[in-house]
């Protein structure tokens, strides 16, 4: 959380993550390149740095698709989601160096411009087999640049979550299409078994850690309990929801995540203000809802960052009756302050019922 | 969700919790495995590299007789063999980057005011050269040494025979050392790019006893057939005509009636009828 822009806010783990990327990216390189001219020692330059930089942005891609769904599936690797934009900007200017070399080494010193030649030179776009497989590489690189330069918070904010996530999303679209390029390019030259095999074992990882993440999160996903009080939807039990912990549901459409902590419960939006993160997996820390993506804050009560930071999210009315949650999804404007429903209150009320009804029936 | 009870991250913290860190640390280990392994596995599947060779930077001078057609070579004498008869080797002639050596040729012809086809000229280039077969990117027309007009004709064309080729259209400037690959589908473009720009194509084939020939490729009467294998660059490609031995050379002079055709897919070796 900061409250001016700043190129990169760095911190401990931020370091320790980008050494740790540095320190992968050197091994691949070092092996790749040093078993090549081991192994293949008539190689141009040119077709040694297009290998390699080509080869470790895909891997890198891959460890990158992997990460979300690894996140929601085990909360312990979130870490690695900590600092993912720095290895997503890393892997587009590995890619982009790729890029370049094969403009200039397949498409430049010709009879037209480069960028001319990548769209004519192989004019088979009717097949499949004879696809110029470089389209894609194109305009998948085109979508890292795209992700890339809008990486920055300030991006963030001024394209608003929504539109940011939205434009993020299209990196599976991108992957598809390096997928393709992959398939149509160079595969179609080594044909060997043992590289058809990575791809394919590459994107089931990729397609199946997905899956499995939607399925948990489905599962998690609550709907509303079959009970409607004066617009208020039976969501769940108190006793369903840990201490300092949330409970999400979707009722009429919104994502909401009802919080429990001293005695109280309050309920604001599941969506972060930052990147659209899953607050109700976060966790109340010193009195503050701390999204488990990048720890941004906001009070319970009001769904307001802790000054001086400003970022805010809707609240939500909640009702108990009996040990029953009911939650009004008709949102507040971001920030208003709604009162906690008390459990105390309820439980009270509810130890006197009982009270009286064992009083009654003595 | 699995989490390790009530441990929470939260980044801008200075220490993660000790499961979380436990759980990443196994994390890296895997990646510390899987980012050599894949390197490794990448590397080692490729279908390897031609022992090709680019003197890109080293430029050589040589003299001979200048042939125009069917493709631009310096002919240049080698010696004599054992009989007493002299050697030449036919040097194909290309320009930096992606062209064809006719601009140049045709400069240096207005140059010195007239057709140089079969004059002793001295050329500078770098040398690209593989499988017997030596290609020079001209630099440098230096200049125009005799006036020797007949020195090819103690090499003309020789006919070896006819028939139906199968092979990959490329280019000869990449396929013989300025790329590595020089041929392929990730090479198709700059193939196309090149011939488009003017050098002439060659015909990689692979014969059943896994022998592979390179035919250059030209017309009928010897003319240019660049524009019209373009659509078939990178291709394997069914090509019929006659081939005639031009030194260490050999050329497929394309029956003008049949039309080039992509080959039946998985016919690669063999040579099917012309119809």
Redesign the interface.
């Known amino acids: ?1 900061s409250v001016n822009y700043a190129p990169v806010l760095w ?4 370091k320790l993550y980008d050494r ?1 990327m540095a320190g ?1 990216m050197a ?2 390189l070092a ?2 390149i040093g ?2 001219l081991a ?2 020692p ?3 330059v ?2 040694l740095i297009i ?1 390699a930089s080509g ?1 470790l942005a895909f ?1 890198m891609l891959h ?1 990158i698709l992997c990460i979300g769904p ?1 996140a ?9 989601l ?2 993912r934009r720095h290895l997503g900007v890393t892997m587009c200017c590995v890619a982009l160096v790729h890029g370049i070399f094969n403009l200039v ?8 411009d480069p960028l001319i ?2 769209f004519t ?3 088979n776009y009717g097949s499949i087999g ?1 696809f ?3 389209v894609f590489g194109f305009f998948s690189l085109l979508i890292l640049m795209l992700m890339a330069t809008t990486s920055h918070d300030f991006w963030l904010k001024n394209l608003t979550p929504r539109i940011w996530k939205t434009l993020h999303m299209m990196v599976y679209f991108a992957y598809a299409m390096l997928l393709a390029h992959v398939l ?3 595969i ?3 044909k ?1 078994p ?2 058809i095999g ?1 791809l394919a074992l590459g994107a089931t990882t990729v397609a199946g850690l997905h899956t499995w993440a939607a399925v ?1 999160t489905k599962r ?1 996903d609550t709907e509303p309990e079959a009970g409607l009080l004066e617009g208020f939807h039976r969501v769940c039990q108190v006793g369903e929801i840990a201490e300092n912990r949330a409970k999400t549901v979707m009722v009429g459409g919104e994502n909401i995540a009802i919080f429990k902590y001293d005695g109280k419960l309050s309920a604001v939006s599941n969506l972060c203000r930052h990147q659209n993160g899953p607050l109700g ?3 109340i ?1 010193d009195g503050c809802i ?1 999204c ?1 993506w ?2 941004y804050q906001y009070l319970p009560h009001n769904g307001q960052s802790p000054p001086p930071f400003t970022e805010k999210v809707e609240t939500y009315d909640l009702r108990l009756e009996g040990d029953w949650v009911y939650v009004n999804p008709k949102p507040y404007p971001e920030g208003t302050e709604r009162p906690p429903c008390s459990i105390h209150n309820t439980l009270e009320k509810l130890s006197k019922i009982a009270e009286a009804y064992e009083n009654g029936r003595q | ?4 009870g009530s ?10 919790p000790d ?2 860190s ?3 640390r196994h ?2 280990l895997t ?2 495995i899987i ?2 392994v ?15 060779s680019f003197e890109y930077g080293q430029p050589t001078a040589l003299s001979g007789a200048l042939v125009k057609t069917p493709a631009p070579f310096l002919q240049v004498f080698r010696g004599k063999d054992l009989n007493g008869k002299p050697v030449y080797q036919n040097i194909l002639l290309v320009s ?4 064809g050596v006719g601009e140049q040729l045709a400069a240096f012809e207005q140059k010195m005011g007239r057709s140089l086809e079969g004059t002793i000229v001295k050329l500078k280039g770098n040398l690209i050269y593989h499988d017997g077969k030596t290609l020079m990117e001209v630099e440098d027309c230096l200049e125009m040494l005799a006036d020797n007009k007949g020195v090819g004709l103690e090499n003309p064309p020789k006919l070896l025979g006819g028939g139906a080729f199968i092979g990959e259209i490329t280019d000869p400037k990449c396929l013989f050392g300025a ?3 020089g041929y ?7 193939a ?3 011939i ?2 003017g050098i002439p194509p060659v015909l990689k084939t692979l014969s059943t006893n896994g022998k592979v020939r390179y035919y250059l490729l030209a017309g009928e009467d010897g003319g240019a057939l660049n524009e019209e294998v373009l ?1 078939f ?3 394997q490609v069914v090509v019929c005509g006659s081939v005639k031995k031009m030194g260490d050379w050999l050329v497929i002079f394309k029956d003008a009636g049949k039309p080039l055709g992509l080959a039946p897919e998985g016919l690669e070796l063999g040579v099917p009828m012309c119809k």
């Open positions: 959380m911190n401990r783990q931020k740790l992968f091994l691949f092996v790749f078993l090549q192994v293949y008539n190689i141009t040119e077709t290998r080869s891997l460890i690894l929601r599936i085990d909360r312990r690797f979130l870490p690695l900590y600092n080494q397949f498409h430049s010193l010709g009879n037209v030649s990548m030179s192989n004019v004879r110029p497989f470089e149509l390019g160079v179609q030259l080594e060997s043992v590289l990575l948990l998690q997996e976060g966790k820390v701390t488990p990048h720890g | 969700m699995k989490t390790e441990e929470f991250y939260i980044g801008w913290q200075p220490e993660a499961g979380i436990r759980r990443v994390f890296i990646v510390c980012v050599p894949v390197g490794a596995l990448l590397v080692l599947n490729q279908v390897g590299f031609a022992d090709s930096p980057g992606k062209h790329m590595k690959p392929g589908k990730p090479h198709r473009s700059c196309a790019r090149c488009a720009g659509p660059v990178g291709d």
